[in-house]
């Protein structure tokens, strides 16, 4: 290939990139207004992350988790 190819190409993936990051940003401010908004109505948004965060997680990792969680805290004493 050509160095005028190549850098075309380069240039393509470079912009492409550059395009999912500003997508991502606005995703982000996206998620942040959300959670102020449940704020707003009396919902805790650590514990709504806390959901959201189990919920991507397959039900026999959840349930692990959560009977890890309980040996621990039972060893503790809460």
Avoid: F
């Avoid at 240039?11 to 207004?33: C, F, G």
């Avoid at 965060?53 to 621990?72: G, I, P, S």
Wanted: glycine residues 2%; without cysteine.
């Amino acid at each position: 290939m050509s160095d005028q190819i190549i850098s075309d190409e380069l240039m393509q993936y470079i912009t492409r990139i550059e395009t999912i990051e500003a997508e991502l940003e606005e995703k982000k401010i996206d998620r942040k207004e959300v959670y102020a908004e449940l704020k707003s109505v009396g919902y805790v948004p650590k514990t709504v992350r806390q959901i959201v965060r189990l919920r991507k997680l397959e039900e026999h990792v959840r349930m692990e988790e959560e009977a890890l969680l309980d040996t621990y805290k039972n060893a503790v004493g809460l």
